[in-house]
């Protein structure tokens, strides 16, 4: 009899196990403001993007070889999903993009953009000064030429910059006077590319400055800083002509003006001093005196410091 309850208790027990393991469960219903796909075209395809719905960010990687400047990504969102904003080609160097998704269920998601550009590492910046010898750059200067292991030819990729003792960063810039560019040599250590014809900008302050070169999110600094100092003033080649009496203009895209002390002609074989009236670090203003006879004439400029210079351009004066 006692058997008998037990296994009738067993049956019912078994019963209600099985009702219940029939039993539906309902889960919460997922938010439909997602997106699906993230790809941004390339040379040779697409790169899709990695979405980790956790942390609600959207990662592409990157890499170097392609040298991007911009993303034009290709979204694709939930069936009735939108997105609040425009989707505009994002600079590779960005780290504010967000994505903003409206769901048909009125949810809403927000997704962090993050590039990461797959580079070799280190960066090395070569040395252009020494233990015991800082190299001096003038104002001005468009023939400043570094090297490192950049990876690249294209001089938009390499930046460049004097780093002062307030940590700005002052960037080098394509030169006024000659074509900035790139080039590649083998050495036993391998590539050194050559960034040729950078110029540093004439308003830079004299003083010692450290040096450093950024390849998209690689840094590198030199261990030796670099001199700026005033160099030999040049003037941009370009004849003026001017009635005696009047004044006109020189100017400089290269080495600035500094202690500007004579600007002279030599008139019948006499030298003949044009009076500087004014002068800052790009341009000067001369004024011929109502003696000189109309003539073509070339200058000599005086510097402190530098020895006088005579310019192969001319100064043509005509009558009044």
């Given at each position: 009899?006692?058997?008998?309850?037990?296994?009738?208790?067993?049956?019912?027990?078994?019963?209600?196990?099985?009702?219940?393991?029939?039993?539906?469960?309902?889960?919460?219903?997922?938010?439909?403001?997602?997106?699906?796909?993230?790809?941004?075209?390339?040379?040779?395809?697409?790169?899709?993007?990695?979405?980790?719905?956790?942390?609600?960010?959207?990662?592409?990687?990157?890499?170097?070889?392609?040298?991007l400047d911009v993303i034009d990504p290709k979204i694709k969102l939930a069936e009735g999903a939108v997105l609040k904003e425009t989707v505009v080609p994002v600079d590779v160097m960005d780290t504010k993009t967000t994505y903003t998704v409206v769901g048909a269920d009125k949810t809403s998601s927000t997704y962090k953009l993050i590039i990461n550009i797959q580079q070799i590492t280190p960066l090395v910046l070569d040395e252009v000064s020494t233990a015991g010898n800082t190299s001096k750059w003038g104002i001005g200067n468009g023939f400043i030429a570094v090297s490192g292991n950049f990876n690249t030819t294209d001089v938009t990729k390499v930046k460049v910059y004097l780093v002062g003792t307030d940590g700005k960063e002052i960037a080098l810039v394509p030169s006024a006077s000659s074509t900035t560019g790139i080039g590649v040599a083998l050495t036993p250590s391998g590539k050194t590319y050559r960034l040729a014809n950078l110029q540093v900008p004439q308003t830079v302050d004299p003083g010692i400055y450290k040096l450093r070169a950024k390849v998209y999110s690689l840094v590198s600094e030199a261990k030796y800083p670099v001199e700026i100092v005033y160099g030999r003033p040049q003037v941009t080649y370009a004849g003026v002509t001017a009635k005696s009496g009047e004044t006109f203009k020189i100017t400089t895209k290269a080495e600035v003006f500094h202690q500007f002390s004579e600007f002279s002609i030599m008139v019948k074989g006499q030298k003949t001093v044009l009076p500087i009236v004014s002068y800052n670090r790009t341009e000067a203003v001369i004024r011929v005196p109502e003696e000189v006879p109309a003539g073509v004439y070339q200058p000599t400029l005086r510097f402190e410091g530098w020895p006088a210079t005579t310019f192969g351009w001319t100064v043509t004066v005509t009558p009044r």
């Open positions: 009899m006692k058997l008998n309850h037990i296994l009738i208790l067993f049956c019912l027990t078994a019963s209600t196990l099985l009702v219940a393991c029939k039993k539906k469960i309902d889960y919460p219903a997922q938010p439909n403001s997602k997106i699906e796909s993230f790809k941004v075209p390339v040379s040779d395809g697409e790169i899709t993007g990695v979405i980790d719905e956790s942390d609600q960010t959207i990662t592409v990687y990157l890499p170097f070889f392609y040298q």
